[in-house]
């Protein structure tokens, strides 16, 4: 479970990013966070990825406090949240495959697992036949799903996808959300920030709305209210 | 530790070859830099040993009044190769001096008939003194102020050499002031050029080294490959510029040699005499250097 306690991001001098937010996300939930640009979605994301530090509050994942965690514990925590991001953000000198692998390399997987695990992950997301290419040779689709994949490959229990669909057409952006909920249905919780209104209402799941900072929504099953 | 050592070298050797061009920009400019680093310690070594032939011409002599016994002359020869001063002294008999002044005026026969009426030899004995250093000659040549060999010194020739000595002293000291403001200028050159160099290879991989954090990887794993790639540009920008400066040297030590009369300079055999100190100097400042700078540079983007 994720619990976001009182949490408090201002940026200097006096920028107030997002203010009293408390939140719990169950294992396995589905949740959308939506809001218009600048209200703190992406924030919020880059609080749980550490990429970013609280100013107040306490945001923990299970029993772990991550408000304060040591930089030497980032990556731990960053193996175990799988990133999903509008620009992709893939190695552009490095193959799908070896994007892919990088995330195992990193953590010191062996030879052996990499070569059977790559595969079958490409496989899952739909991109077996395209290993061998440079993220520049596949369209924006193949290229998330070349990130989906990365995401997943440590088998995470946190998928935690920021405007995934930002860059696509609707047929993708449709494949792309078919994947996230079947990657759900697998049991791992998704948290996916988009603000297309027409995404978030086809997924029927749960819906936590922003606005300046602010949750000013919180629907089981929600819809896109702004 | 061996899976993560050969995937730095993996990551490394990849990222030279897919950023080829660049890679070879990179070690194009270390060897411009080395070849320069070399040429300046040619130069120096030419200059040294032209210094060195010039101070080795010049000695003083101590002129002893005729009949002055050898042996007192011995005992002044010893007394000289006992000052830490002292590189060498020759005596030389007055026989010796005479043959020596025929063979110096055997065309002028004015000077010879001359020698020929005074009937004995009218030369003493001499003194040939040899100091390690030209600034010594001043103080070997205070010992003669001294009165007591105001009767058996007919002339020490200290002041025909000494402007010759001053001069000498003046263009080794100025020639090695000039030589390491150059090495200085040069070395700070260097510097920058790879400081710079690094930066922007590091700087064209900014969004790299985010990923790479993004993705869980450790800041050792991200810095680890960028200091391996330092000791790859290193590595070979000290072989190739050997593989230069070989036959450059080669080609140009004839010229050199006829400039200086034929005397041997051996500028290769001091390149392969102190081998490990100036290539293997090299390789080890260049591999410092780019650590240093990518560490800095690095650790800008690391904090994601």
Known sequence: ?226 | MFIALFRIVKFSLQDFLRNFLFSVATIIILILTLISINFLLTLNFITKVALGEVRDKIDVSIYFKQDIPESQIGNIKSYLLSMTEVKDVFYVSPEDALEKFKETHKDDPAILESLVEVGNNPLGATLVVKARDTKDYENILKVFDDQKYDAIILEKNFEDHQAVIEKVTEIAEKGEKTALGIAGIFAIVAVLIIFNTVRIAIYTHRDEIGIMKLVGATNWFIRLPYLASGIIYGFLAVIISVIITYPIIGFIEPYMTGLFGGTSLNILSFFTRNYLFIFGGQFLGVVVLTIVVSSLAVGRYLKI
């Open chain 1, 1 to 226: 479970m994720i619990k976001f306690k009182d949490i408090e991001k201002i940026y200097p001098p006096k920028t107030v990013a997002l203010k009293n937010i408390n939140l719990e996300i169950n294992a396995g939930e589905f949740v959308s966070i939506v809001g218009q640009s600048g209200t703190g979605k992406t924030t919020l994301i880059k609080l749980l990825t550490a990429e970013e530090r609280v100013t107040r509050g306490k945001i923990t994942i299970g029993d772990w406090d991550i408000t304060r965690i040591k930089q030497c514990d980032v990556p731990v925590l960053r193996r175990q949240i799988g990133v999903i991001f509008q620009d992709f953000k893939l190695l552009p000198k490095k193959t799908i495959f070896e994007n892919v692998a990088f995330a195992l390399e990193v953590c010191g997987a062996t030879q052996g697992r990499i070569k059977k695990t790559v595969p079958q992950i490409l496989k899952i997301v739909g991109l077996e036949g395209k290993a061998n290419r440079y993220p520049k040779q596949i369209s924006g689709g193949e290229q998330q799903r070349a990130v989906i994949a990365r995401s997943l490959i440590h088998r995470p229990k946190i998928l935690v996808a920021d405007e995934p669909t930002g860059n696509l057409d609707s047929v993708n952006t449709r494949e792309i959300a078919d994947l996230l909920l079947k990657i759900n249905e697998f049991g791992t919780t998704v948290l996916l920030v988009s603000h297309n209104r027409e995404l978030i209402n086809s997924l029927r799941r749960r819906v936590v709305t922003l606005e300046q900072g602010v949750v000013v929504s919180d629907q089981e099953v929600g819809k896109y209210l702004l």
